[in-house]
């Protein structure tokens, strides 16, 4: 029994066939960089979703970071 595709499923398709047109037209060289580029964005983006949260703000992470500090030597 076939599982019918998501609106999801059908627009990472298309994304997915336009950017190997688009690698295609390029040279070899080019490409594979393009691809590796692609390739660390896409952990990127797997890595934030799959924490549940966007990039965390670098203040934030300065202010727990100074916390942490202020309680070792306290």
Same mark, same amino acid.
């Given at each position: 029994?076939? *599982?019918?595709?998501?609106?999801?499923?059908?627009?990472?398709? $298309?994304? #997915?066939?336009?950017?190997? =047109?688009?690698?295609?037209?390029?040279?070899?060289?080019?490409?594979?960089?393009k691809? *590796?580029?692609?390739?660390?964005?896409?952990?990127?983006?797997? $890595?934030? #979703?799959?924490?549940?949260? =966007?990039?965390?703000?670098?203040?934030?992470?300065?202010?727990?970071?100074s916390n942490?500090?202020?309680?070792?030597?306290?």
């Amino acid at each position: 029994m076939a *599982k019918k595709k998501t609106d999801l499923d059908k627009a990472v398709e $298309r994304a #997915a066939r336009l950017i190997q =047109a688009q690698l295609d037209t390029l040279p070899v060289e080019l490409a594979k960089k393009k691809v *590796k580029e692609l390739q660390e964005i896409a952990a990127k983006a797997y $890595r934030s #979703a799959k924490t549940g949260r =966007a990039r965390p703000s670098r203040r934030t992470a300065a202010i727990r970071l100074s916390n942490r500090s202020r309680a070792k030597t306290a």
